[in-house]
């Protein structure tokens, strides 16, 4: 690239960090029908007693957690962290298997006090005919080497083995055939599921002025597409599939997206005792 180049997108990033920083200065003095909601920034004025907690009484266990820690320094500044705030020990999800599993448990793996390391599946060769065998081969590797649990599994719609944004047809669900022998075998290993399905529901509705979350709502929004399960059917895929497997402890992370009715997750709770959140 040349240097007029370079000297000119230097000079074009220069103004838009500028611009940015003046919209922001000048947003507290905007006129209230001028005002957008995400520069609003209400200072309270209640003079109201405040407890802060700095550390647990009783030791805690974080059950969410992810491989933030990169390299053998921030894994022991994380393990201060936790001293620090009294939480006892953190469940890494490395929600992958394979190499990247095999990495984080060198890495975390010489602190198991402090730290449980979960695998993730391999779905390669989903719609081949030895793809179970395959993945549970994985997985018994993965147990043997150390992981604890399973997850973060993630199905937003589109299926546990496809993003969202990926074209074409829907993957594999929770309850697809294909994935009960797996399931089962977690029960026999003693390895619990934790799994992400959907998301809230605001992320599906129109994103307007009548979508009351859409501030978060946006970035996490759900495509309008026939591939992609809608809320109460990606949910359901859950609920088909904690039914068929009750030997199987599954963990369905963020209240299985089910915070706008938290009755639909309390009557799955009731109808499945090995089922928390």
């Known amino acids: 690239m040349r240097l007029s180049q370079l000297v000119a997108d230097g000079l074009l990033l220069a103004a838009l960090l500028l611009t940015g920083r003046a919209y922001a200065q000048s947003a507290t003095n ?14 309270s004025l209640y003079r109201i007693p405040a407890i802060r907690v700095e550390k647990a009484r009783f030791p805690v266990t974080d059950v969410h957690s992810h491989v933030y820690a990169r390299t053998p320094s ?6 201060r962290n936790l001293d620090e705030v009294g939480v006892e020990k953190s469940i890494i999800m490395v929600s992958a298997a394979g190499k990247e599993f095999d990495e984080a448990m060198k890495l975390y793996g010489p602190y198991s006090d402090r730290f449980e390391v979960w695998c993730g599946l391999d779905y390669s ?12 081969a994985e997985l018994e590797r993965c147990h043997r080497a150390g992981a604890r649990g399973v ?15 990926d074209p074409g047809p829907a993957g594999l669900h929770i309850d697809d055939p294909r994935m009960d022998p797996i399931l089962e075998r977690c029960a026999d290993l003693g390895l619990p599921v934790n ?5 809230d529901r605001w992320m599906y509705e129109p994103m307007d002025a009548t979508n009351d979350g859409m501030m978060n709502a946006f970035k996490w929004k ?3 597409d026939p591939n992609v399960l809608r809320h109460d059917q990606v949910v359901d895929t859950l609920d088909r599939a904690v039914a068929k497997h009750p ?11 089910c915070c706008s009715d938290l009755s639909r997750l309390a009557a799955m709770l009731v109808a ?4 928390y959140a």
């Not at 060769?125 to 549970?136: C, M, N, Q, V, Y």
């Not at 030997?247 to 997206?257: G, M, S």
């Not at 499945?272 to 089922?275: Q, V």
């Open 125 to 136: 060769g989903a719609d081949e005919p030895d793809f179970p065998a395959k993945t549970i």
């Open 151 to 165: 997850g973060e599994l993630s199905d937003k719609g589109r299926g546990l083995n496809r993003r969202n944004a």
């Open 74 to 79: 921030q894994v022991q500044q994380w393990i």
């Open 195 to 199: 799994i992400h399905v959907g998301e």
């Open 272 to 275: 499945h005792p090995k089922l």
């Open 222 to 224: 759900i495509p309008d």
């Open 247 to 257: 030997r199987v402890t599954f963990i369905a992370c963020h209240f299985a997206n």
């Open 30 to 43: 905007l006129p209230p029908d001028q005002l957008l909601l995400k520069d609003y920034r209400p200072k």
